[in-house]
């Protein structure tokens, strides 16, 4: 591969990387990602020399032209978001540059391009897809850069051989034998642009680590309708009854999900209590339910924390710590009753005890709960076994639908009879509801009727929202307050990250239901089958460990803030004062102990102490010690015999040691002042070899040749020829020779 065809392929390889990288936000529409794919590989085509048409300038000018009018059409008549209708302008301009033939200029606008699409994209994703494509694209922009500068450079110095009618020849010199040097190989540049990639990076991780950075809630507040995150149907004011099951069609990942558990709890007790709350609904109206009442309530931060409910409980709190994906919604996700939140610009409480914040758009996020995840137990809760609720939650918790079918009241009669507690009849209901259906995603949507009665009478399967939502029908017609949250499952734990990662698939819809003393308590009538479950094996394997770098990306490079900076510094500074500390005292014992060897003393602890307490020693009477003095001659012996050793050493292998080059000339200059002496003077237009041939010695003949390995063959000369040589030279500066007939003498 010549240069020309590499610089074109890198250069396709630069404009390809930032064109994934844009479509990996996954905010480009598919057909505008399909035509453009298709412009990079007509012009590629094209470049290469295989495709022999193209559009002209001037056709291309007037293109992008009318395209202004089609952007603002989109703009105003579409109503597209403006980073969609700048990228589609963005795009077509490139399509239309690389259709063409390209010179210098085009080729630096592509690259100008590409890097403004990068830097976009890095507005929109920051995960570790960026990453791994944000390196192809460095690697690709080093590479391209070089090829191009060598590639301008080469064509500028052929332009001017052209003009000033030359023929130039590359040779080199080798034992005497000129060889031509051939076409410049691409392995070598390839290579660079790798090692160069290292170098930057290396040089960036401390400038990543010191740079001051704002705090991670700045820019979250992102103007509205740059860019759109994916919706997720089910956690609105309003779901209808099946839109969960569209949800759990899709394996995308939602969130990650860290947890510090309270002691005390076994590992199917933390498994159990575990669900991500969600949305909560209250009303249904026979096709779907909703969330009545006034808008949510805004919860006062202190500081950096949102107090949401105060508690009594004395034993550590549940925390989580979430890391979503960029999704177009603004509910708060946690673990059910939320004491304390960090990490959100703002926090809103509905009447349901959900949870809300500004909305969120394109970017992810983290934020930390703080929940009191204790769930009481049944004897507990039959004695909480009041049925005066207070006048409120009667109100919005009791209500049935205007056509609501009087079967379901006969059905949760009929199950819950004999019951006499309230915790009876609830586990009743969710016994039968769990054992006497099937569950099933794939149902037919219930046009007419209540889709509720429809499963319970009818088609006797569902999935968690039919469930759900037939248990708390049961209950209110057994006047027992309950409503249904929309959220998800635990999710699957990464062991690797120590997270549960929470996928669309996780979703899921369950029951709280009231007691006037533990308030709302949450139950789950759905069969195990719609439980998730996860695969083991090698991919499960593989996946844990790409989620694993995915964590480690999201805490430590994207999260990276200020108060981590601090925290970094603070470490490293105690660190280093307790190594200091442990050295300086390690030394000092050292130091001690040596001092009073030296005058004789035992080495051991105890002859210290003893001669700590002793009286000291009279003044007037010097007390040097002969060990002191010993070791000091034995230093000053050390020292000398080092000395003479590195002269030695320096003589022998210092000249074989030190560069070939700088020695060969080195040599070969002694050599010539040495001849001058004696009158031998080397012209200017006489090589090396020349001058030997007209002196006639064989000294310098021998010379002669050892220098042109040095100089020419960069051979590194042994110890033995650089003895041979300064014996040789010893020997022409002790040779009184006349000179050769014809020589002149200065």
Known sequence: ??????????????????????????????????????????????????????????????????????????????????????????????????LKRKDSRDWLWLYVISFCIVLMSAGLTMGTTFLMLLMVYLLAAISTFIAYEIRRTQQSFLEEVKNQKIVIELWREVNDVRRPLGKPGVVGLLGFSVLALALILILAGPLF??????????????????????????????????????????????????????????????????????VTLDRYDGQSWNNIGPD????????????????????????????MEPLNINTVFAAPRPV??????????????????????????????????????????????????????????????????????????????????????????????????DYSLDLR?????????????????????????????????????????????????????DVFTVRQSDA?????????????????????????????????????????????????????????????FVTAQNFASVAQFNVSRHWSRWARKLNFWLDGSLFNDDAIVEKNNSEPANPSVPNFGYRRLALVLLGFAVLGLGFVLTQRLRGRFGAANTNAVQQGVKFYQDMLRALERSGHCRQPDQTPMEFAATVKLSAVTEITQMYHRARFGQAALTAQEFSRIESLLRELKRKKSSPPPGLKLE
């Open 1 to 98: 591969m010549n240069l020309d065809r590499y610089f074109i392929v890198s250069s396709y390889a630069l404009l390809t990387a930032s064109f994934v990288i844009l479509a990996a936000t996954r905010q480009v529409d598919g057909v505008s990602l399909t035509m453009f794919f298709g412009a990079l590989l007509v012009g590629c085509l094209i470049d290469l020399g295989r495709l022999r048409w193209n559009i002209s300038r001037r056709l291309a000018n007037g293109l992008m032209i009318g395209w202004l009018g089609i952007a603002l059409a989109e703009w105003q008549l579409f109503r597209m978001p403006p980073v969609l209708v700048i990228t589609h302008f963005v795009l077509f301009a490139s399509a239309l540059k690389l």
């Open 209 to 278: 680590l010191v740079v001051p950075r704002v705090s991670r809630n700045a820019g979250r507040n992102s103007p509205a309708g740059l860019a759109q995150g994916e919706a997720l149907s089910g956690f609105s004011d309003t779901v209808r009854l099946g839109e969960v099951a569209q949800v759990k069609l899709n394996p995308q990942v939602v969130m990650r999900v860290r947890v510090s558990y309270p002691r005390g709890l076994d590992d199917q007790e933390r498994q159990h209590n575990l669900r991500w709350r969600g």
């Open 296 to 323: 949510p309530v805004p919860i006062r931060r202190h500081g950096e924390i949102f107090h949401i409910e105060p508690t009594s409980r004395k034993f550590a709190f549940t925390e989580q710590q979430f890391f």
């Open 340 to 437: 304390l939140a960090t990490g959100l610009p703002e926090l809103t409480r509905d009447l349901g005890d959900g949870l809300w914040t500004d909305a969120r758009g394109f970017d992810k996020h983290s934020y930390s709960i703080y929940s009191d995840t204790f769930v009481p137990d049944d004897s507990s809760l039959a004695e909480d076994n009041s049925r005066e609720f207070p006048r409120n939650v009667s109100q919005r918790y009791l209500q049935l639908p205007g056509n609501h079918d009087e079967r379901i009241d006969q059905l949760a009669a009929k199950v819950s009879e004999g019951a006499k507690t309230q915790i009876e009849t609830i586990r009743r209901i969710e016994l039968h509801l769990k054992t006497q259906y």
């Open 445 to 497: 949507r219930v046009e007419k009727g209540d889709p509720v009665a429809d499963f319970l009478f009818n088609t006797r399967a569902g999935h968690c929202e039919y469930f759900a939502s037939a248990m708390v029908l049961m209950l209110r017609a057994r006047r027992i307050p309950a409503r249904i949250v929309n959220g998800f499952q635990t999710g699957e734990y990464n062991s690797k990250a």
């Open 508 to 568: 899921h819809s369950w029951v709280e239901a009231y007691f006037p003393k533990n308030q709302w308590v949450a139950f789950d009538p759905t069969p195990p089958a719609g439980l998730s479950e996860y695969d083991d094996g090698i991919m499960a394997w593989m996946r844990q460990y790409s989620e694993a770098f995915e964590m480690f990306w999201l805490e430590e490079v994207v999260s990276f803030d200020t108060s981590k900076q601090i925290s970094m």
